[in-house]
């Protein structure tokens, strides 16, 4: 599952990414005698550190200013493809904040004082024929320190340990949840401080049979994105001959936050 995640976001965030491709192997067409050992390959070296620096006069201090790089960061339909739309409605209210009761069963709570801002945006792709209804969403979390955001990428690690079934809400549950996180550097994960994925069985009582669920989260200093797709029929997690994959999209969405996070608040040239 790890690899699913993170190997997609160790590219450029378009799917042209060269990891994991070997040198041009073709032979040569000289008569020449080839020579008696090849030239050792030099191996670019991983980066040792995500390369962002913030810049302190950036960082929010407010409500409103957090809220602003909130909307600013998250992704909407036309980053997730174009075959994407808004949903209605569209953003989350600015007070919205769930949380996972004791009886694994999700509620409307109330942001914490460490969270300063928190945006989701909903998305989708119409049913069409064969194909049903697919919806996604995309939220950034602004915290006021690094630390708090990294205590929510700690918290989401544990619901899934405590809660593996989880309530959605009324016909709509996920089930299986497994978890794994990945700081940067590892499981091939260059794009954020700290990165998580998790996957599990969506059953909605309105579609007949079982779908698939993704959640992928990552956190940059003080902020946190996460990109959610709850399956549908017609959809899978990767492309195959008989149904379409999620995962470029999905990926592709959580990467542009990242990189407009970093835009937002690393220090300019």
């Given at each position: ?143 006021r320190t690094e630390a ?7 918290g989401t690690l544990e ?111």
């Amino acid at each position: 599952m790890g690899g699913l995640l993170l190997t997609g976001c160790s590219g450029d965030g378009d799917g042209g990414g060269d990891g994991g491709k070997r040198p041009d192997g073709k032979g040569s067409t000289s008569t020449s005698a080839a020579p008696t050992s090849a030239a050792p390959t030099t191996v670019a070296p991983a980066p040792t550190d995500l390369g962002f620096v913030p810049d302190p006069k950036r960082a929010p201090k407010t409500e409103a200013d957090a809220r602003r790089i909130a909307l600013a960061v998250v992704a909407g339909p036309d980053v997730w493809g174009p075959d994407y739309v808004k949903r209605t409605p569209h953003l989350s209210e600015p007070d919205y904040w769930p949380v996972l009761g004791a009886n694994c069963s999700w509620e409307t709570g109330t942001r914490p004082s460490t969270a300063l801002a928190s945006v989701t945006a909903y998305s989708e792709v119409p049913a069409d024929g064969a194909l049903g209804n697919l919806r996604v969403a995309a939220t950034v979390t602004v915290h006021r320190t690094e630390a708090d955001a990294d205590w929510e990428m700690a918290g989401t690690l544990e619901e899934a340990l405590r809660c593996p079934d989880q309530k959605l809400r009324d016909g709509e549950r996920i089930s299986g949840l497994i978890s794994l996180g990945n700081p940067f550097g590892v499981g091939g994960n260059y794009t954020a401080d700290d990165s998580l994925g998790e996957r599990g069985v969506y059953v909605n009582d309105a579609v007949k049979g079982e779908q698939f669920y993704g959640w992928y989260q990552s956190r940059i200093g003080q902020v946190t994105v996460a990109t959610v797709v709850k399956g549908a029929p017609g959809y899978a997690e990767q492309d195959s001959g008989t149904k379409v994959g999620t995962v470029p999209a999905q990926v592709q969405a959580l990467v542009t936050m990242l990189e407009r996070v970093q835009d937002e608040l690393e220090v300019q040239s």
